[in-house]
């Protein structure tokens, strides 16, 4: 049997400490072969405190009032579910979880899946969206990353703590945001007046454009395209689905399908744009949607003709991506969004600049084709493949209230605005706020981003000098 990757299913929940005393579990997840487990479910039983481990299998929870009697509960797909009591850990800074596989047997599957095929059990989960998720008010408390690369070298750093307020799925009323908490590294771009232009062009706040993500929502959407495959009637209709394999999770089977749209490559002005893999994750016994992930690839253009507008396709690490996924939680029998990761290119750098130019060129000589040898911007040599920026995004869901719970909604006053990006914010830095906020979702670059960041000036100074 197939092999799959383990479902990128996450149960992460926490609670701000004032003065408890914080207890922190270190370890490293493997499976039965020594290798890294990614993004395994990591959490106290029974309760909302919760991480993931990163894509080495690493993970950092911090556990607040949780006596020892608790249990430690590891889940992956594809693995058995780990419990361990809290009194039993004896290295808290080192504890090494081994999660043994658990098949679906061949049997199951026929029996499960018998008079099923993708393109049904997806309909059937589009149909039970009404059951699984809300359609009443609720509020999600959460914490937002954002880093920014150039070419190797990390340029900022941005952290934020938010409350979001939302009326209920597929309503057309957006969610209102409060921003709670704010600490940002200093600004290493060195962005020239084309690349500033970019960076302007388009005023969004980038922590509320990451619900644009939840693809089951959609915010009444009718439409559903390769670039943003809302979870509708329309999806269900203009993508292709294949059940690739089924899994267990938390004793659950899951169906894993991947989807494509109909025509796997799509024509749009000339430019062509292929769906890479993408799928969906939808337990078997509820038809409950519980993870997305999206990946594409356009490929770049070098002809055009007289009617079409010139390549301004951009990459990461040499070609052109982008990565879109997000996880949902269950919470009082229904889900909510969980985790949304975001990796892309950026608009402007030489890839955008030099596409532009060289285009004009070829107009102006009459050629078929893109040159990008004479492209130069300001005097200085334009380098397709260098002076690229690219983006990392997580938003980590660590509270929800549904409408059963109390909880203050956001006043007006605290609204954050939909044009201005988070770090355009000044918020006084806490150091007390940050070191008890349960923050530790880890990902494989920010170690790498707080070392290079921090090589002039200590990230602490560069927090406090930018909250003033």
């Known amino acids: 049997m197939k092999k799959i990757l383990p479902l990128v299913l996450l149960f992460f929940s926490s609670l701000v400490p004032t003065s408890?005393?914080?207890?922190?579990i270190k370890g490293q997840i493997l499976d039965e072969d020594n290798n890294p487990v990614s993004y395994a479910n990591i959490g106290i039983a029974n309760t909302q405190?919760?991480?993931a481990s990163n894509e080495q299998g690493y993970f950092e929870l911090i556990i607040s009032q949780a006596p020892d009697s608790s249990e430690l509960q590891v889940s992956a797909i594809s693995h058995k579910t780990y419990k361990v009591r809290?009194?039993?850990i004896s290295d808290h800074n080192n504890l090494i979880i081994?999660?043994?596989?658990h098949y679906v047997q061949m049997k199951e599957v026929e029996v499960n899946a018998r008079d099923e095929n993708a393109k049904n059990?997806?309909?059937?989960?589009?149909?039970?969206?009404?059951?699984?998720y809300t359609n009443k008010k609720y509020q999600l408390k959460g914490f937002y990353r954002e880093l920014i690369r150039n070419d190797k070298e990390y340029v900022t750093l941005t952290e934020a703590a938010f409350t979001a307020d939302d009326k209920g799925y597929h309503k057309r009323d957006e969610k209102s945001f409060r921003l709670d908490a704010l600490r940002k590294s200093d600004d290493l771009r060195e962005m020239d007046s084309l690349d500033i232009h970019y960076d302007t062009l388009v005023r969004h706040n980038d922590l509320m454009s990451?619900?644009?993500?939840?693809?089951?929502?959609?915010?009444?959407s009718q439409w559903s395209f390769f670039i943003f495959p809302y979870f509708n009637e329309s999806m269900v209709e203009n993508f292709d689905f294949l059940l690739d394999s089924m899994a267990y999770y938390d004793n659950h089977l899951v169906y894993c399908i991947s989807f494509f749209y109909n025509h796997k490559t799509v024509e749009l002005n000339s430019v062509k744009k292929v769906m890479e893999y993408s799928q969906m994750f939808i337990r078997t016994d509820d038809y409950a949607l519980i993870e997305m992930t999206r990946s594409s690839a356009p490929k770049e253009v070098t002809k055009t003709d007289k009617d079409v507008k010139g390549n301004v396709s951009y990459t990461v690490d040499g070609r052109n991506y982008g990565k879109l996924s997000i996880k949902y939680k269950q919470y009082h029998g229904k889900?909510?969004?969980?985790?949304?990761?975001?990796?892309?290119?950026?608009?402007?750098?030489?890839?955008?600049?030099?596409?532009?130019?060289?285009?004009e060129q070829m107009r102006a000589s009459g050629s078929t084709e893109l040159d990008f040898t004479n492209t130069e911007y300001n005097g200085r040599k334009l380098d397709p493949d260098k002076n690229n920026y690219y983006k990392y995004r997580q938003l980590l869901i660590t509270q929800v209230f549904d409408h059963r719970d109390k909880y203050q909604k956001i006043r007006r006053s605290e609204l954050m605005q939909e044009n201005k990006n988070v770090r355009n914010y000044h918020m006084p830095y806490n150091p007390r706020f940050w070191k008890d906020f349960n923050k530790t979702l880890m990902n494989s670059y920010l170690k790498a981003a707080q070392r290079q960041l921090q090589k002039n000036i200590p990230l602490e100074e560069q927090f406090k000098k930018n909250g003033q």
């Open 49 to 51: 405190i919760g991480t």
């Open 20 to 24: 408890a005393q914080i207890n922190v």
């Open 335 to 359: 889900w909510y969004p969980h985790l949304i990761t975001s990796h892309s290119s950026m608009t402007g750098g030489d890839r955008q600049k030099a596409s532009r130019i060289a285009y």
């Open 98 to 101: 081994k999660l043994e596989y």
């Open 210 to 220: 990451m619900f644009n993500r939840d693809y089951i929502d959609a915010k009444g």
């Open 121 to 132: 059990i997806v309909r059937k989960a589009l149909n039970a969206r009404s059951v699984n």
């Open 86 to 88: 809290l009194s039993q």
